[in-house]
């Protein structure tokens, strides 16, 4: 090298002559785009859906479902329902082309229909823009089964009374009376009654709870015998001796609970 003249470069072919950076390329050059998909914006995603999952779960723990009123297989007058986000699917099955012999439409066709539409909106509509007026396809797809989907809800909604479905779907009430297991009635309890009216006489799905009856210890030895409503004649299959027994263990379950 001489002074005046200028420098000159020898290239050593051991170095790369291009090296590729971590960092992420900027993206502020195009429209809508600030940074890249992977891992920028999917780990913030990630992190978003692991911040309501906890808190989903943390909300189940402290405040638990209720259970229900329960089932009752004598109540011809019950009309089951589906949840509230499902009412709209349940409305579709009541109109003539959707239910009786064309219920598979119903039930598999149109909804089928409806929701691949909704898969194939982007891939029908993949234009640049954002704005609504821009995407015409995707827009019209989604307020038609927006509207639909409102519409069947609220017709289903508004055919349902549901103070009182309300009223028969109270939650199950925690046993307010301590069970004598060492009764001696119990034991006939147990191998005449328990199947339908529930270990602590809370009742079940065959048979009421027998806590609170207002029936007489004659009564109760009648019914006993004899069934009632639902209950056929032939349920106790004990001794006088048992019978009165089971009417001493039901009436004192029932002065207890009165008290």
């Known amino acids: 090298m001489h002074r005046g003249k200028g420098m000159k470069f020898v290239g050593d072919s051991r170095v790369s002559a291009s090296r590729t950076s971590q960092i992420p390329k900027d993206y502020s050059e195009y429209p809508g785009r600030t940074e890249a998909f992977w891992p920028n914006f999917l780990l913030k995603e990630w992190l978003a859906g692991a911040v309501f999952l906890v808190g989903f779960l943390i909300l189940t723990l402290a405040h638990p479902s209720p259970l229900g009123g329960l089932a009752d297989p004598t109540n011809a007058a019950f009309i089951p329902l589906p949840d509230w986000y499902f009412l709209f699917l349940y409305e579709l099955l009541k109109y003539e082309f959707a239910s009786g012999q064309y219920v598979l ?13 909704l898969l194939l909106a982007p891939f029908l509509d993949n234009g640049p823009g954002r704005r609504p007026h821009q995407r015409p396809i995707a827009v019209i797809m989604m307020m038609l089964a927006l509207t639909a989907t409102i519409w069947l809800t609220y017709t289903s909604a508004s055919h349902v009374d549901w103070e ?3 009223a028969m779907d109270q939650p199950v009430p925690p046993a307010s009376v301590e069970i004598d297991t060492s009764h001696e009635g119990y034991a006939v309890y147990e191998a005449n009654c328990m199947s339908c009216h529930g270990e602590s006489l809370e009742g079940g799905a065959a048979g009421p709870t027998l806590v609170g009856i207002e ?31 089971l009417v001493q263990f039901i009436t004192s379950v029932n002065e207890q609970a009165a008290e």
């Open 105 to 117: 439409l119903g039930m598999l066709g149109i909804p089928g229909l409806a929701f691949g539409a």
């Open 215 to 245: 029936y007489s210890a004659e009564e109760i030895a009648q019914i006993a015998q004899e069934g009632i409503n639902t209950m056929p004649a032939d349920m106790f299959k004990g001794t006088p001796e048992e019978l009165e027994l």
């Open 164 to 166: 009182a479905r309300a």
